[in-house]
């Protein structure tokens, strides 16, 4: 167990629907991340927060909204969604307002768009 | 693009050692050599970090050369649960916060 946890741990959804995804860590971290992982393909940063703010949207699709209501939690909303976003997304988690920290990652959750 | 070059793939013996390689030529002088692993279907999972000393903790140990252009993790004594894609990451340290860039790793086999 990393402290960091994800649910659901697998999604299977329609283009049309709208579900999200929820992140929560427990190390008392200050910043967060969504990475997505698709199939054959490197891990790509999605969103950072830093103190529930956010720092950075890697040139996201709108259909991808994040939210973060406090430190210790974060959510991916998802609309509209294409097959081709069907991967494993993964949440990470690090303490420290500037440098570099150690990221700590949730288990992930494996999307799949029908 | 990920500044790391690893190879594809390695194959290790249960209970040896093993190696993993990576050429990191164009690192900076505040930059920090970082791995981290990958077990399947799972999140990764940091291991070991250095600046250039060699460094050691309960998991691994890092090798990094004098002129810091290449570095070895090393697993003293692989099992089976050490399969998995391994990554070489260089990131600076005190610089923006922490966005990894991942490359496509090692995949690492232990085999019995």
């Known amino acids: 167990e990393t402290g960091v946890t994800q649910t659901p741990r697998h999604l299977v959804m329609g283009m049309t629907n709208k579900k999200s995804l929820k992140c929560e860590q427990h190390l008392g971290h200050n910043a967060m991340y969504w990475y997505k992982q698709s199939a054959k393909k490197p891990l790509e940063l999605m969103f950072v927060y830093n103190f529930k703010e956010q720092t950075e949207n890697n040139s996201v699709p709108s259909r991808f909204s994040p939210e973060c209501p406090n430190s210790s939690h974060l959510f991916l909303h998802l609309h509209t969604l294409q097959p081709e976003d069907s991967a494993l997304y993964l949440c990470a988690s690090c303490q420290g307002t500037s440098g570099y920290n150690e990221q700590f990652f949730g288990p992930g959750t494996r999307l799949t768009v029908l | 693009d990920a500044k790391t070059t690893q190879p594809t793939s390695m194959d290790c013996a249960e209970g040896r050692a093993a190696n993993l390689p990576c050429n990191h030529s164009t690192i900076s002088g505040n930059e920090y050599v970082y791995w981290y692993r990958q077990i399947h279907s799972q999140g990764p999972q940091y291991i070991i970090h250095?600046?250039?000393n060699n460094e050691t903790n309960e998991m691994a140990s890092l090798i990094i050369t004098e002129d810091r252009k290449s570095s070895t993790l090393i697993l003293p004594h692989a099992t089976l649960r050490d399969t998995a894609v391994y990554y070489c990451i260089v990131i600076v340290y005190g610089g923006s916060q922490g966005n990894l860039i991942f490359g496509k790793g090692t995949k690492l086999s232990v085999k019995p």
């Open positions: 250095g600046l250039k």
